[in-house]
Protein backbone atom coordinates (compact mmCIF):
# COMPACT_ATOMS: atom_id res chain seq x y z
CA UNK A 1 0.00 0.00 0.00
CA UNK A 2 2.62 2.29 0.15
CA UNK A 3 3.11 2.57 -3.59
CA UNK A 4 -0.57 3.25 -3.41
CA UNK A 5 -0.46 6.33 -0.47
CA UNK A 6 2.72 7.91 -2.72
CA UNK A 7 0.43 8.14 -5.87
CA UNK A 8 -2.28 9.49 -4.02
CA UNK A 9 0.07 12.18 -2.41
CA UNK A 10 2.38 13.56 -4.97
CA UNK A 11 1.00 16.26 -6.96
CA UNK A 12 -1.36 17.26 -4.31
CA UNK A 13 -1.09 19.81 -1.63
CA UNK A 14 -1.06 17.55 1.38
CA UNK A 15 -2.04 18.42 4.74
CA UNK A 16 -0.68 16.14 7.83
CA UNK A 17 -2.27 15.31 11.04
CA UNK A 18 -0.08 13.56 13.20
CA UNK A 19 -0.49 11.58 17.01
CA UNK A 20 1.50 10.26 19.58
CA UNK A 21 2.86 7.03 17.31
CA UNK A 22 5.13 9.86 15.32
CA UNK A 23 6.93 10.43 18.74
CA UNK A 24 7.75 6.91 19.80
CA UNK A 25 10.84 6.40 18.24
CA UNK A 26 12.13 9.37 20.05
CA UNK A 27 11.12 7.66 23.22
CA UNK A 28 7.85 8.92 24.16
CA UNK A 29 5.47 5.94 24.41
CA UNK A 30 1.97 6.09 22.55
CA UNK A 31 -1.38 6.29 24.23
CA UNK A 32 -3.04 3.09 23.42
CA UNK A 33 -0.49 1.48 21.25
CA UNK A 34 1.03 -2.41 22.07
CA UNK A 35 2.77 -2.08 25.32
CA UNK A 36 1.59 1.45 26.03
CA UNK A 37 1.36 1.90 30.12
CA UNK A 38 -1.57 2.06 32.16
CA UNK A 39 -3.00 5.83 32.49
CA UNK A 40 -5.40 7.44 34.93
CA UNK A 41 -5.09 11.08 33.71
CA UNK A 42 -5.71 14.60 35.49
CA UNK A 43 -9.16 15.80 35.05
CA UNK A 44 -9.20 18.99 34.69
CA UNK A 45 -12.34 19.74 37.01
CA UNK A 46 -10.20 17.54 39.52
CA UNK A 47 -6.90 19.71 39.13
CA UNK A 48 -9.07 22.75 40.00
CA UNK A 49 -10.76 21.54 42.73
CA UNK A 50 -7.92 20.03 45.12
CA UNK A 51 -4.55 20.90 45.83
CA UNK A 52 -3.59 17.63 46.71
CA UNK A 53 -4.41 17.03 43.00
CA UNK A 54 -2.25 19.74 41.82
CA UNK A 55 0.14 18.39 44.04
CA UNK A 56 0.53 14.95 42.67
CA UNK A 57 -0.19 16.52 38.76
CA UNK A 58 2.81 18.98 39.44
CA UNK A 59 5.62 16.66 41.17
CA UNK A 60 5.11 13.82 38.37
CA UNK A 61 4.64 16.32 35.49
CA UNK A 62 7.73 18.22 36.23
CA UNK A 63 9.48 15.21 36.60
CA UNK A 64 8.21 13.78 33.63
CA UNK A 65 8.94 17.29 31.65
CA UNK A 66 12.48 16.77 32.46
CA UNK A 67 12.60 13.64 30.66
CA UNK A 68 10.27 14.73 27.81
CA UNK A 69 12.46 17.74 27.28
CA UNK A 70 15.65 15.75 26.54
CA UNK A 71 14.11 13.66 24.08
CA UNK A 72 15.30 14.19 19.96
CA UNK A 73 13.26 14.46 16.62
CA UNK A 74 13.06 11.10 15.03
CA UNK A 75 13.41 10.37 11.09
CA UNK A 76 9.75 10.89 10.82
CA UNK A 77 9.82 14.43 12.17
CA UNK A 78 12.54 14.76 9.80
CA UNK A 79 10.69 13.64 7.03
CA UNK A 80 7.73 15.93 7.61
CA UNK A 81 10.05 18.91 8.11
CA UNK A 82 11.39 18.36 4.24
CA UNK A 83 8.06 18.70 2.59
CA UNK A 84 7.61 21.41 4.02
CA UNK A 85 10.76 22.63 2.76
CA UNK A 86 9.94 21.27 -0.25
CA UNK A 87 6.34 23.16 -0.43
CA UNK A 88 4.31 20.40 -0.51
CA UNK A 89 2.27 20.65 2.87
CA UNK A 90 -0.33 22.37 4.19
CA UNK A 91 1.00 22.36 8.16
CA UNK A 92 1.08 19.99 10.64
CA UNK A 93 -2.40 19.83 12.98
CA UNK A 94 -0.75 17.17 15.66
CA UNK A 95 -2.31 16.18 18.71
CA UNK A 96 1.22 15.93 20.51
CA UNK A 97 1.81 18.22 23.55
CA UNK A 98 6.26 17.99 22.56
CA UNK A 99 7.82 20.25 20.53
CA UNK A 100 9.83 17.82 18.27
CA UNK A 101 7.94 18.71 14.84
CA UNK A 102 9.16 22.34 15.51
CA UNK A 103 12.79 21.21 16.93
CA UNK A 104 13.08 18.78 13.33
CA UNK A 105 12.50 22.21 11.47
CA UNK A 106 8.55 22.28 10.97
CA UNK A 107 7.34 26.49 11.27
CA UNK A 108 3.56 25.72 10.49
CA UNK A 109 2.25 23.59 13.04
CA UNK A 110 -0.26 23.74 15.17
CA UNK A 111 -1.07 21.67 18.59
CA UNK A 112 -4.58 20.67 18.91
CA UNK A 113 -3.92 19.32 22.79
CA UNK A 114 -1.55 21.86 23.74
CA UNK A 115 2.28 22.34 24.50
CA UNK A 116 4.13 21.35 27.55
CA UNK A 117 7.00 24.25 26.88
CA UNK A 118 4.63 27.26 28.16
CA UNK A 119 2.68 27.22 31.22
CA UNK A 120 -0.16 29.98 31.79
CA UNK A 121 -2.04 31.38 34.98
CA UNK A 122 -5.85 30.58 35.19
CA UNK A 123 -6.23 33.35 36.92
CA UNK A 124 -4.58 36.56 34.77
CA UNK A 125 -3.49 34.62 31.92
CA UNK A 126 0.21 35.10 31.86
CA UNK A 127 2.31 32.78 30.30
CA UNK A 128 6.01 31.57 31.25
CA UNK A 129 8.11 29.18 29.70
CA UNK A 130 8.36 26.19 31.20
CA UNK A 131 12.33 26.33 32.62
CA UNK A 132 10.96 29.58 34.16
CA UNK A 133 8.47 27.24 36.01
CA UNK A 134 11.07 24.46 36.54
CA UNK A 135 13.24 26.09 38.03
CA UNK A 136 10.84 28.13 40.70
CA UNK A 137 10.02 24.04 41.28
CA UNK A 138 13.47 23.03 42.31
CA UNK A 139 13.70 26.07 44.27
CA UNK A 140 10.57 25.04 46.67
CA UNK A 141 11.68 21.51 46.25
CA UNK A 142 15.11 21.42 46.32
CA UNK A 143 14.74 17.54 47.85
CA UNK A 144 13.06 16.83 44.35
CA UNK A 145 15.27 14.67 42.14
CA UNK A 146 14.95 12.70 39.03
CA UNK A 147 14.98 9.22 39.96
CA UNK A 148 17.26 6.80 37.99
CA UNK A 149 14.25 5.06 35.99
CA UNK A 150 10.85 6.89 35.59
CA UNK A 151 8.27 5.62 33.58
CA UNK A 152 7.37 8.04 30.96
CA UNK A 153 3.73 9.06 30.08
CA UNK A 154 2.86 10.46 26.71
CA UNK A 155 1.47 13.67 27.97
CA UNK A 156 4.95 13.83 29.80
CA UNK A 157 3.43 13.38 33.24
CA UNK A 158 4.79 10.22 35.86
CA UNK A 159 3.62 8.38 39.07
CA UNK A 160 5.81 9.56 42.15
CA UNK A 161 5.03 8.55 45.60
CA UNK A 162 6.52 11.74 47.40
CA UNK A 163 4.14 14.46 46.21
CA UNK A 164 2.40 15.20 49.38
CA UNK A 165 6.03 16.80 50.22
CA UNK A 166 5.63 18.56 47.44
CA UNK A 167 5.04 22.52 47.09
CA UNK A 168 2.59 23.99 44.10
CA UNK A 169 4.51 27.03 42.61
CA UNK A 170 2.44 29.88 42.51
CA UNK A 171 2.17 32.31 39.43
CA UNK A 172 5.08 34.82 39.77
CA UNK A 173 2.50 37.66 38.67
CA UNK A 174 -0.66 37.26 40.83
CA UNK A 175 -0.28 34.42 43.17
CA UNK A 176 -2.99 32.34 40.81
CA UNK A 177 -2.98 29.02 39.67
CA UNK A 178 -0.35 27.63 37.06
CA UNK A 179 -1.27 24.70 34.21
CA UNK A 180 0.78 23.65 31.68
CA UNK A 181 -0.69 24.90 28.27
CA UNK A 182 -2.05 21.59 27.49
CA UNK A 183 -6.09 20.30 26.96
CA UNK A 184 -6.60 18.15 29.79
CA UNK A 185 -9.00 15.61 29.99
CA UNK A 186 -12.18 17.32 30.69
CA UNK A 187 -11.09 20.23 28.66
CA UNK A 188 -11.68 22.02 25.23
CA UNK A 189 -9.72 22.60 22.65
CA UNK A 190 -9.31 26.12 22.42
CA UNK A 191 -11.88 27.61 19.66
CA UNK A 192 -8.76 29.03 17.99
CA UNK A 193 -6.45 26.31 18.11
CA UNK A 194 -9.38 23.53 16.16
CA UNK A 195 -9.73 26.40 13.91
CA UNK A 196 -5.79 26.68 12.81
CA UNK A 197 -5.98 22.96 12.61
CA UNK A 198 -9.24 22.89 10.49
CA UNK A 199 -7.77 25.39 8.12
CA UNK A 200 -5.00 23.45 7.43
CA UNK A 201 -6.70 20.08 6.83
CA UNK A 202 -9.16 22.45 4.39
CA UNK A 203 -6.37 23.33 2.11
CA UNK A 204 -5.24 20.14 2.23
CA UNK A 205 -5.83 18.36 -1.54
CA UNK A 206 -4.92 15.43 0.27
CA UNK A 207 -4.71 14.27 4.01
CA UNK A 208 -1.87 12.72 5.46
CA UNK A 209 -2.36 11.14 9.06
CA UNK A 210 0.75 9.98 10.45
CA UNK A 211 0.70 7.87 14.02
CA UNK A 212 -2.63 8.44 15.08
CA UNK A 213 -5.74 5.62 15.90
CA UNK A 214 -7.81 8.59 15.43
CA UNK A 215 -10.05 7.57 18.49
CA UNK A 216 -9.92 10.95 20.15
CA UNK A 217 -12.88 13.17 18.90
CA UNK A 218 -10.28 15.89 17.40
CA UNK A 219 -8.36 13.78 15.08
CA UNK A 220 -12.26 12.98 13.91
CA UNK A 221 -13.28 15.98 13.40
CA UNK A 222 -10.18 17.12 11.30
CA UNK A 223 -10.55 14.28 9.47
CA UNK A 224 -14.60 14.96 8.68
CA UNK A 225 -13.44 18.19 6.97
CA UNK A 226 -11.81 16.16 4.81
CA UNK A 227 -14.53 13.25 3.88
CA UNK A 228 -17.09 16.18 3.46
CA UNK A 229 -15.02 17.71 0.79
CA UNK A 230 -14.05 14.39 -1.01
CA UNK A 231 -10.48 14.48 -0.35
CA UNK A 232 -8.58 11.47 -0.07
CA UNK A 233 -6.65 10.52 3.35
CA UNK A 234 -3.49 8.67 3.69
CA UNK A 235 -3.15 7.09 7.01
CA UNK A 236 0.14 5.72 8.37
CA UNK A 237 0.25 3.85 11.53
CA UNK A 238 0.97 0.75 13.67
CA UNK A 239 -2.51 -1.02 14.43
CA UNK A 240 -5.25 -0.05 13.43
CA UNK A 241 -7.17 2.70 13.52
CA UNK A 242 -10.87 3.86 13.54
CA UNK A 243 -10.78 5.56 10.29
CA UNK A 244 -9.03 2.61 8.14
CA UNK A 245 -12.50 1.64 6.05
CA UNK A 246 -12.85 5.02 5.27
CA UNK A 247 -8.82 5.81 4.07
CA UNK A 248 -7.91 6.19 0.42
CA UNK A 249 -4.56 4.51 1.71
CA UNK A 250 -3.67 2.62 4.80
CA UNK A 251 0.03 2.07 5.12
CA UNK A 252 0.90 -0.92 8.20
CA UNK A 253 4.34 0.45 9.82
CA UNK A 254 6.12 3.16 11.77
CA UNK A 255 6.11 6.38 11.11
CA UNK A 256 9.98 6.78 10.97
CA UNK A 257 10.42 4.49 8.13
CA UNK A 258 7.45 5.16 6.09
CA UNK A 259 7.05 9.12 6.39
CA UNK A 260 11.39 8.49 5.14
CA UNK A 261 10.02 7.01 1.83
CA UNK A 262 7.62 9.47 1.00
CA UNK A 263 9.69 12.48 1.20
CA UNK A 264 12.45 10.63 -0.45
CA UNK A 265 9.85 9.80 -3.19
CA UNK A 266 8.46 13.06 -3.72
CA UNK A 267 11.48 14.24 -4.32
CA UNK A 268 12.01 16.51 -0.89
CA UNK A 269 15.40 17.17 -0.43
CA UNK A 270 16.99 15.83 2.88
Keep these: ?6 DL ?12 GIST ?10 GAPPRNPMLFETFLASVDARRRYWA ?12 QPNEGHRALARLERAGLTTGIATQNVDDLHERAGSTNVTHVHGQLHTVSCLDCGTTFDRHRIADEIERLNPWIRMPEQVRLQPDGDVEIDA ?3 FEVPACPVCGGILKPDVVFFGELVPVDVFAAARDIVAAGEVVLVAGSSLVVNSGTRLLEVARREGVPIVIVN ?9 AAARVEGGTSETLTAIADALGAPA
Design 1 to 6: MLDTAI
Design 9 to 20: LRGRRIAVVTGA
Design 25 to 34: DSGIPDYRGE
Design 60 to 71: GSHLGWQRFASV
Design 163 to 165: SQR
Design 238 to 246: RGPTKWDGR
